[in-house]
């Protein structure tokens, strides 16, 4: 149960990070750069419940690979999110 708690607290500050990165690059973006800016928020704060809902229904029976395939989804999604974060405050 720690365990889970713990991955929990580390999804929460993830996704707390992204979303103030996001944040701070909306301030200083341009003004046609702030709509898509905002999706990104929106999508964080989407992936950020899906996890945790996950996480609090773990599948019985193969539970190692559900958490190894949890992480990497959440990861992919991260890294997605700060690349299209980078190409929007070019």
């Known amino acids: 149960m720690a365990n889970r708690r713990n991955l929990k607290k580390n999804v929460n500050y993830i996704s707390d990070l ?3 990165l996001c944040i ?11 709509e898509a800016i905002s999706q990104l928020f929106l999508q964080i704060v989407n992936l950020r419940r ?3 809902s996950r996480i609090s ?10 958490y190894k395939k949890l992480k990497s989804d ?10 299209k974060l980078e190409e929007l405050g070019k």
Request: glycine share 6%.
């Open 50 to 52: 899906d996890i945790i």
């Open 74 to 83: 959440f990861n992919t999604e991260v890294e997605a999110i700060f690349k």
């Open 57 to 66: 229904h773990t599948e019985p029976g193969s539970v190692k690979v559900f």
């Open 18 to 20: 992204v979303a103030g």
């Open 24 to 34: 701070v690059e909306s301030m200083n973006a341009k003004e046609e750069n702030r």
